[in-house]
């Protein structure tokens, strides 16, 4: 009972750091229309930079924090000097994230190594909270609750302010948007930056529990891939959602068909594909 | 039986009814014109009929055979040739190559992984007649992409001739073309035996009512008024929508 | 004329290698360049003449390659086990065709990438069946008519065969009716419908001839390396795929053939001197995609066409001597 109940509280902490990785790849896919296949990767430099930041003696925070700000540097950078440049031509902005993709994977392994990195727990959050009689570890808790104010924070950026509403305009109709004023190509490094960041800063919080390890980038791409398609593109609803139906399907395939976990993980995103192309609840098939 | 039938057809996107209760029905050989404003719902109707739109209710019928269902794909197969108001042809290709494409979409020789298509000789002449027959067999070997406007124009109306249709759809043929380039196009659709019935849709009254034998009149995605050319421009109705009241 | 000539020779050069390239080393660079060729010319059905960008064909590659060595290991003839790999291979492709024609475009990108990463994870996870890390090895190449296969250069030349077969097919197929049917649907998809032509099913055709020099390709590398890792089936090799496709110049005959001998000439000539391959493949690609869309033979020859306009309009200063 115990270890199921455990199993659930850990489907729910991966859910969680799947959310932060997936709605800033869904609202770029809804904004800009292409998955961006660099998105696995910012996930796992943000963490390698937390690492860095770590080893300077930096706080667990702190190096979350100065990490997504490298990353959001980074993601605007990418968007600014590189998509930019191939404008509306959305297979060649894909080549270019895959390309990408590469060159990072590479330069992680030449600057930290190829053994896995795992990060300490952050100070006080070590140990476990008991919630009526059942004992929960305290930073999958912590985990569980910042996603849900970061997940409260963009909704309400996105449904509450102007950027929001011109962000929600752009996925809707990107050219209806441009016709009425709103400089689109702004707003896409802008969700680069956002998406980039929230990534790098899930890469770091990731740590204590993934640990970082090259191939992290590859591991968690088609996760993202998949929330995508199971919860459509540019909804934020459905990156929540299609977080934690992967968190659950992860773990408890895992522990139930550890041989097939992997294709379980993608059968719900088949079946999808096959009845609903446009996610649960998205706006576009993509 | 008529050539083409059409019952009760309605189609809406969203919350907006683009073709409300149209019914039309073409004798076999009659040539008619649509006319209305824009945003009438024509090009639609056009779009419902070849398939590549599905209607909400209504059935369309050809040659007494119901199409409602059908693929669009199988439509050219039953006599169905249409042409475009916004020319969708293949740029990089010559004008030969373009009307063969056509052509060959109608034979069974299109699946054939093996033969040489420029050897295809039966083919490529019959293509190369149909250009000759709107005028442009000089330029056969062109690319498209170095073609007029004009040109490509009556490459369409080639596409859609070369295919023998018994029911043609032409969307606006004569839009965007000078004096001299609609004499051409005028001459050549007068040229078309009389067995092909024809439904256009053209703006340029001068030249359109020389061809129709009947006109309908569409407004707001519905049939207004329909009938000789007569009837129609002294209809009050007609005045209504062109004029207001 | 001219082209027949250049054919002639360049075949008289790859029938005469063993002859002029020193040693089994370059021989069997110049096997693994041809395994490849072959894979690219698959994938370029799709990618060139299709227009659907597959991310997931190195899926197709590994699945006759776990195939055939699953096969030979569970005790069948080479025979069998090349036949019963090819209609797996055929069964896998259909089904990988239904699901991703659902879509084209960014889509199809996207539903291709999937299902290329469910099959690596197979190969990878499913350890009864793959023997997941450690690959399956392939005890013996096999003996067509009695031939050996196990020595550099009779393995070149039924690698050359079965290329020159590949290369035919799709030449004939690019130049019939139902290659210009393809090119057709990539360019107009709408109006091909309206001609009366089932995209769908066009597309479905072109994906399973795609589909199967891609898995020919992939038996003739199981047997070259007589093991097969889930490593083949990654992400990366599919990339790798559609670098030599769109590097050479996608949607041309020759090109992908190009390209597939560059990008295995530059991964030797790099895994000898830098350990970094991963990055140069991205940077490439990158750089490919920005500067030469249309691929580097044809990008090249753009480039240097303009360079040599500019050498000749604008007389250089030391010109005038």
């Given at each position: 009972?115990n270890?199921?109940?455990?199993?659930g509280v850990n489907s729910?902490?991966?859910?969680g750091?799947?959310?932060l990785?997936?709605?800033?790849?869904?609202?770029?896919?809804?904004?800009?229309?292409?998955?961006?296949?660099?998105?696995?990767?910012?996930?796992?430099?943000?963490?390698y930079?937390?690492?860095?930041?770590l080893?300077?003696?930096?706080?667990?925070?702190?190096?979350a924090?100065?990490a997504?700000?490298?990353?959001a540097?980074?993601g605007?950078?990418?968007?600014?000097l590189l998509?930019?440049?191939?404008?509306g031509?959305?297979?060649?902005?894909?080549?270019?994230?895959?390309?990408?993709?590469?060159?990072?994977?590479?330069?992680?392994?030449m600057?930290?190594?190829?053994?896995p990195?795992?990060?300490?727990t952050p100070?006080?959050?070590s140990?476990?909270v008991?919630?009526?009689?059942?004992v929960f570890p305290?930073?999958?808790?912590?985990?569980?609750?910042?996603?849900?104010?970061?997940?409260?924070?963009?909704?309400?950026?996105?449904?509450?302010?102007?950027?929001?509403?011109?962000?929600?305009?752009?996925?809707?109709?990107?050219?209806?948007a441009?016709?009425?004023g709103?400089?689109?190509s702004?707003?896409?490094?802008?969700i680069?930056?956002?998406?980039?960041?929230?990534?790098?800063?899930?890469?770091?919080?990731?740590?204590?529990?993934?640990?970082?390890y090259?191939?992290?980038?590859?591991?968690?791409?088609?996760?993202a891939?998949?929330?995508?398609?199971?919860?459509?593109?540019?909804s934020?609803?459905?990156a929540?959602l299609?977080s934690?139906?992967?968190?659950?399907?992860?773990?408890?395939g895992?522990?139930?068909?550890?041989?097939?976990?992997?294709?379980?993980?993608?059968?719900?995103?088949l079946?999808?594909?096959?009845?609903?192309?446009q996610?649960l609840?998205?706006?576009?098939?993509? | 039986?008529?050539?083409?039938?059409?019952?009760?057809l309605?189609k809406?996107?969203?919350?907006?009814?683009?073709?409300?209760?149209?019914?039309?029905?073409?004798?076999?050989?009659?040539?008619?014109?649509?006319i209305?404003p824009?945003?009438?719902g024509?090009?639609?109707l056009f779009?419902l009929?070849?398939?590549?739109?599905?209607?909400?209710?209504?059935?369309?019928a050809?040659?007494g055979?119901?199409?409602?269902?059908?693929p669009?794909?199988?439509?050219?197969?039953?006599g169905?040739?249409r042409?475009?108001?916004?020319i969708?042809?293949?740029?990089?290709?010559t004008?030969?190559h373009?009307?063969?494409?056509s052509?060959?979409?109608?034979?069974?020789?299109?699946?054939?992984?093996?033969?040489?298509?420029?050897?295809?000789?039966?083919?490529?002449?019959r293509?190369?007649?149909?250009?000759?027959?709107?005028?442009?067999?000089?330029?056969?070997?062109?690319?498209?992409?170095?073609?007029?406007?004009g040109?490509?124009r009556?490459?369409?109306?080639?596409?859609?001739?070369v295919?023998?249709?018994?029911v043609?759809?032409l969307?606006?043929?004569?839009?965007?073309?000078?004096?001299?380039?609609?004499?051409d196009?005028?001459?050549?659709?007068?040229?078309?035996?009389?067995?092909?019935?024809?439904?256009?849709?053209?703006?340029?009254?001068?030249?359109a009512?020389e061809?129709a034998?009947?006109i309908?009149?569409?407004?707001?995605?519905?049939?207004?008024?329909?009938?000789?050319?007569?009837?129609?421009v002294?209809?009050?109705?007609t005045?209504?929508?062109?004029?207001?009241? | 004329?001219?082209?027949?000539a250049?054919?002639?020779?360049?075949?008289?050069?790859?029938?005469?290698a063993?002859?002029?390239i020193?040693?089994g080393?370059?021989?069997?660079?110049l096997?693994?360049?041809?395994?490849y060729?072959?894979?690219?010319?698959?994938l370029?059905?799709?990618v060139?003449?299709a227009?659907l960008v597959?991310?997931?064909?190195?899926?197709?590659?590994?699945?006759?390659?776990?195939?055939?060595?699953?096969?030979?290991?569970?005790?069948a003839?080479?025979?069998?086990?090349?036949?019963?790999?090819?209609a797996v291979?055929?069964?896998?492709?259909?089904?990988?065709?239904?699901?991703s024609?659902?879509?084209?475009?960014?889509?199809?990108?996207?539903?291709?990438l999937?299902?290329?990463?469910?099959?690596?994870?197979?190969?990878?996870?499913?350890?009864?069946?793959?023997?997941?890390?450690?690959?399956?090895n392939?005890?013996?190449?096999?003996?067509p008519f009695?031939?050996?296969?196990?020595?550099?250069?009779?393995?070149?030349?039924?690698?050359?065969?079965?290329?020159?077969?590949?290369?035919?097919?799709?030449?004939?197929f690019?130049?019939?009716?139902?290659?210009?049917?393809?090119?057709?649907?990539?360019d107009?998809?709408?109006r091909?419908s309206?001609?009366?032509?089932?995209?769908?099913?066009?597309?479905?055709?072109a994906?399973?001839?795609?589909?199967?020099?891609?898995?020919?390709?992939?038996?003739?590398?199981?047997?070259?390396?007589q093991?097969?890792?889930?490593?083949?089936?990654?992400?990366g090799?599919?990339?790798?795929?559609?670098?030599?496709v769109?590097?050479?110049g996608?949607?041309?005959?020759?090109?992908p053939?190009?390209?597939?001998?560059?990008?295995?000439v530059m991964?030797?000539?790099a895994?000898?001197?830098i350990e970094r391959?991963?990055f140069l493949?991205?940077?490439?690609f990158?750089a490919?995609?920005?500067?030469?869309?249309?691929?580097?033979?044809?990008?090249?020859?753009?480039?240097g066409?303009?360079?040599?306009?500019?050498?000749?309009?604008?007389?250089?200063?030391g010109?005038a001597r």
């Amino acid at each position: 009972m115990n270890q199921w109940l455990l199993l659930g509280v850990n489907s729910i902490t991966l859910g969680g750091l799947l959310f932060l990785l997936s709605a800033g790849f869904s609202l770029i896919f809804g904004l800009m229309r292409i998955p961006n296949l660099t998105h696995g990767s910012f996930f796992m430099l943000g963490a390698y930079i937390g690492v860095s930041f770590l080893g300077l003696g930096l706080g667990f925070w702190a190096a979350a924090l100065l990490a997504a700000a490298a990353m959001a540097v980074i993601g605007g950078g990418i968007e600014r000097l590189l998509l930019r440049r191939l404008a509306g031509q959305e297979l060649a902005q894909v080549l270019v994230t895959l390309g990408l993709s590469f060159m990072i994977a590479d330069l992680c392994l030449m600057i930290w190594g190829g053994d896995p990195i795992s990060l300490d727990t952050p100070a006080g959050l070590s140990g476990a909270v008991p919630i009526a009689s059942i004992v929960f570890p305290a930073y999958r808790l912590a985990i569980v609750v910042i996603a849900v104010v970061i997940a409260v924070a963009l909704w309400l950026m996105l449904e509450r302010t102007r950027l929001g509403a011109m962000i929600r305009a752009g996925v809707d109709d990107a050219p209806m948007a441009r016709v009425v004023g709103i400089r689109v190509s702004r707003l896409f490094t802008l969700i680069f930056c956002l998406g980039a960041g929230i990534a790098g800063f899930a890469g770091v919080m990731g740590g204590p529990i993934l640990s970082v390890y090259p191939g992290l980038d590859a591991d968690m791409l088609p996760l993202a891939l998949i929330i995508v398609i199971l919860g459509g593109t540019g909804s934020l609803l459905g990156a929540l959602l299609g977080s934690i139906v992967v968190g659950f399907l992860y773990n408890f395939g895992q522990v139930l068909f550890p041989e097939i976990a992997y294709i379980i993980l993608f059968l719900p995103m088949l079946l999808i594909l096959l009845f609903r192309p446009q996610g649960l609840f998205g706006r576009h098939a993509p | 039986m008529s050539a083409l039938a059409i019952k009760d057809l309605g189609k809406s996107f969203g919350g907006l009814r683009v073709t409300a209760g149209v019914t039309l029905a073409l004798e076999a050989g009659e040539r008619r014109l649509i006319i209305g404003p824009n945003g009438a719902g024509k090009t639609t109707l056009f779009n419902l009929i070849t398939g590549e739109l599905k209607p909400d209710d209504g059935a369309i019928a050809l040659f007494g055979r119901d199409i409602t269902a059908l693929p669009t794909r199988a439509r050219p197969h039953l006599g169905l040739a249409r042409t475009y108001q916004i020319i969708t042809l293949f740029a990089q290709e010559t004008l030969l190559h373009n009307v063969t494409l056509s052509l060959l979409g109608l034979s069974p020789l299109r699946w054939s992984p093996f033969r040489r298509l420029d050897r295809q000789a039966v083919l490529i002449e019959r293509a190369r007649a149909a250009l000759a027959s709107v005028g442009l067999e000089a330029l056969a070997g062109r690319p498209l992409a170095q073609t007029s406007y004009g040109e490509r124009r009556r490459v369409e109306i080639a596409m859609a001739l070369v295919q023998q249709p018994k029911v043609l759809l032409l969307d606006e043929p004569f839009a965007g073309l000078s004096v001299d380039e609609r004499k051409d196009v005028r001459r050549l659709l007068a040229s078309i035996p009389r067995d092909v019935t024809m439904l256009m849709i053209e703006h340029d009254m001068d030249v359109a009512l020389e061809l129709a034998d009947r006109i309908t009149l569409m407004h707001f995605g519905q049939i207004v008024v329909e009938g000789s050319r007569a009837e129609v421009v002294a209809h009050p109705r007609t005045r209504e929508v062109y004029f207001g009241s | 004329m001219i082209r027949a000539a250049a054919a002639a020779v360049a075949l008289c050069a790859l029938a005469a290698a063993p002859l002029w390239i020193p040693g089994g080393y370059y021989l069997n660079i110049l096997s693994q360049i041809l395994i490849y060729a072959i894979f690219a010319l698959g994938l370029n059905l799709l990618v060139g003449y299709a227009g659907l960008v597959s991310l997931g064909h190195a899926g197709l590659f590994g699945v006759a390659c776990y195939a055939v060595a699953w096969l030979v290991a569970a005790g069948a003839g080479q025979l069998v086990a090349a036949l019963g790999a090819l209609a797996v291979l055929l069964a896998t492709t259909a089904a990988f065709a239904v699901l991703s024609l659902r879509s084209a475009g960014i889509g199809f990108l996207m539903i291709t990438l999937a299902i290329g990463q469910i099959l690596w994870g197979m190969a990878y996870r499913w350890i009864d069946l793959t023997g997941g890390d450690n690959g399956i090895n392939l005890a013996a190449r096999p003996q067509p008519f009695g031939i050996s296969l196990a020595f550099a250069t009779p393995f070149y030349y039924f690698t050359l065969i079965v290329f020159l077969v590949a290369l035919a097919s799709v030449a004939v197929f690019i130049a019939s009716p139902l290659g210009a049917s393809l090119k057709g649907t990539r360019d107009q998809p709408r109006r091909m419908s309206a001609l009366g032509y089932n995209v769908w099913l066009i597309r479905f055709l072109a994906f399973l001839f795609s589909g199967l020099w891609s898995g020919v390709a992939g038996l003739l590398f199981c047997y070259y390396n007589q093991f097969v890792s889930p490593n083949v089936l990654s992400l990366g090799s599919s990339a790798e795929a559609l670098l030599m496709v769109i590097s050479g110049g996608s949607g041309t005959l020759l090109g992908p053939i190009a390209g597939a001998a560059l990008v295995v000439v530059m991964k030797n000539v790099a895994s000898a001197y830098i350990e970094r391959w991963n990055f140069l493949l991205g940077a490439i690609f990158v750089a490919i995609v920005l500067f030469m869309p249309e691929g580097l033979v044809p990008g090249s020859a753009r480039l240097g066409r303009r360079l040599w306009l500019r050498l000749r309009g604008v007389p250089a200063a030391g010109g005038a001597r």
